[in-house]
């Protein structure tokens, strides 16, 4: 009753791109990832993802192979590395922000250049490349803090890149949710690279399990945004995902499936059992009426799906007699007569039309119109062959 349109995962959806909308974790949260079995430091790859790209079976493709197989040689972090890379990123910042101030340099356009020489690019926009010969100028005071943005930055990418196997694991829980791997993947780098912007080694928590909410909040975005039709506002979202967190608990004390009314006690007392099962609605995911049924892929799934608003073949047989029967009746009429009848209600070609519409086609006055009609229909009714009519009504 509730299961069957329970979704694999919450949902998460937003109304914007911007990553400023997903809240930062709160202590909870975090203590909530940390207790998880983390399959980061216990099995990042399955046995042979890390192993040459080149050898042994695998259910992705060669290219997936070969970005699983390169960051499976980069060595993971102990705790200590950990708070030591995440310190002097957080040095960097704090340096970039009084680089900025102190040379009247855009903060964006100092990381920019910092950032292309630690990549080893050489092509710079113009914009860029003038705030880089500048940069290259400055008085001894101000290279200090320049040296700890570069240092900042090394330890920005070497922790992205250490961690880039934990985005990987949370991926592969996603899967099937419409988006494939690879996207998946992407998409949870992004979130990887927040939090590496974002994190303080102070607050005592590991990088890893922060950066996991990370992780998963850019992921479910993700697919909110690109595998669904129908996007929900934020609010809807928040209740959807309590409600899937409720049901899951009360079906792992219950041992069984519990019914919306179980549910509808536990979220409080403004629920009902039809309100749960409305706002499970919202959580089902539409599918295209294009895809293929069968094996031979000819069929589509839209061809199954009846169309409610069209009459049914019984329905068009009984208007096909219909019709007919009246056109038998027409032909007791005078012929202006039965045009009248034909062009005020629409049985020729399905348009009614008004008195002075049909009498600037006939050429007649408006009453004239009224009158002939009023006749047509006292003989329709009343005529020897309105027996046969009379029994469509």
Known sequence: MVNHILAPEPVSISPDLDQELIPEPTPEDLLA??????????????????????HGQSPYPDFVRLYLHEIGQIPLLTLEEEVELARKVREGNEALERLSQATGLDRG???????????????????????????????????????????????????IAANLRLVVSIAKKHTGRGLDLLDLIQEGNLGLIRAVDRFDYRKGFKFSTYATWWIRQSINRAISEKARTIRLPVYMVETINRLFRVIRDLGTQLHREPTPEEVARVMGEDWDARRVEEVLSYAQHTISLEIPVGNDEENFFGDFIPDESSPS?????????????????????????????????????GVMRT???????????RERVRQLEKKALRKLRYGRFSRKLQGWR
């Open 355 to 365: 008195l002075e519409e049909v009498g600037d086609i006939l050429h007649i006055s």
């Open 109 to 159: 356009l100092i990381q920019e250049v910092v950032r292309a020489r630690t990549l080893g690019r050489s092509k710079l926009d113009p914009q860029v490349d003038e705030v880089d010969t500048r940069l290259k100028s400055l008085p001894r005071e101000l290279k200090r803090y320049l040296h700890l943005v570069r240092e900042g930055e090394v330890a920005r990418q070497h922790l």
């Open 313 to 349: 073949p019984m329905d068009r047989a009984f208007q096909s007699i219909l019709k007919a029967e009246v056109e038998k009746a027409l032909e007791h009429l005078t012929d202006r007569e039965a045009t009248v009848i034909r062009l005020r209600y629409g049985l020729a070609d």
């Open 33 to 54: 990832i940390g207790h998880e079995q983390s399959p980061y430091l216990e099995e990042e790859l399955p046995q042979g993802e890390g192993a040459d790209p080149g």
